[in-house]
């Protein structure tokens, strides 16, 4: 079986998984509900703050790439290098799972920089595996507010431990695999934080604009947290699905409505969209500028 053959037959699977979930949450949950919490006609600003809130954390994610980008030689402005990026966002439209956005730049930066594509290949995993790890160092931070109704002592043991494992397997694996020096190894970390940190205090806007109570956003944030780990695994097209059965589960078990849960990722999920729209702009212009330095 050709290559291509199993990339069809995947996209494949990955629809019908995304159907099937979708499918099942249509019969679980009140989607008359879901839309009556989605309609919030004097919420726009919510909606807004939410978009500004995730570009903000796109630009410091793209800052933290070019930390490692000019690890290995490229040499990219911080505009040059913002564009590139909203391009990769634009192309993950279509093709999901974030893999079409990153082949895109690795393939633009080896044929304007001539840098090798293994190099690309291997700041570009450090910069995806970094961000995880500081979104579960953000999720222990979290933990011990979840209401799991287990003794809090024991809770905050749990997650210190699973912080100070998180921290370090952060510092060992980029001294062992990237080699970054102190100095940019700080930025890197402090930047992944602040992504994370920005795209919580955009689902945050997102439960303000749904108008739920603000004693249940610790559990929703860290359901969010969870389900922004499982959209990662290439189980369905583009996540869809995964992000909501996964809040579907998590507030069932936490004894919390699940609607809001599945209208926030819902709406995330538009909100990611139409940032990503942005990107298109900036597709011709570095087709440009491949063109003339091939030329």
């Excluded at 070019?66 to 690890?71: E, F, L, T």
């Amino acid at each position: 079986m050709s290559s291509r053959a199993r990339k069809w037959i995947k996209l494949g699977v990955q629809v019908l998984v995304s159907v099937g979930l979708v499918a099942f949450l249509v019969q679980k949950l009140d989607f008359g509900q879901i839309k009556t919490i989605l309609n919030r006609p004097g919420g726009w600003p919510w909606l807004v703050g939410a978009f500004v809130l995730f570009n903000a954390s796109k630009i410091v994610a793209a800052l933290r790439l070019n930390i490692y980008q000019r690890h290995v030689g490229v040499v990219l402005s911080e505009g040059q290098n913002l564009r590139l990026y909203y391009a990769g966002m634009f192309l993950n439209l279509f093709l999901p799972g974030g893999i079409g956005g990153d082949g895109y730049k690795i393939f633009v930066l080896n044929r304007q920089q001539g840098v090798a594509v293994k190099k690309l290949v291997l700041v570009t995993l450090a910069d995806r595996v970094s961000g995880l790890l500081c979104l579960l160092l953000l999720l222990c931070g979290l933990v011990p507010w979840v209401g799991l109704g287990w003794p809090t002592y024991w809770l905050q043991s749990v997650a210190g431990v699973g912080a100070l494992f998180t921290v370090t397997i952060f510092i060992a694996g980029h001294r062992i695999v990237t080699q970054l020096k102190s100095q940019a190894l700080a930025r890197v970390f402090t930047y992944g934080i602040a992504v994370q940190v920005l795209q919580l205090c955009s689902t945050a806007a997102l439960l303000a604009y749904l108008q739920l109570e603000t004693n249940h956003y610790s559990p929703y944030l860290a359901v969010f947290l969870i389900s922004s780990i499982a959209a990662v695994l290439p189980l369905s097209f583009g996540g869809i699905g995964v992000r909501e059965m996964t809040f579907f589960y998590c507030l069932t078990l936490l004894k919390l409505d699940p609607s809001y849960g599945v209208a926030a990722s819902s709406s995330f999920f538009i909100v990611t969209m139409a940032s990503s729209l942005l990107g298109g702009a900036f597709i011709r212009n570095i087709k440009c500028e491949l063109n003339k330095k091939n030329s």
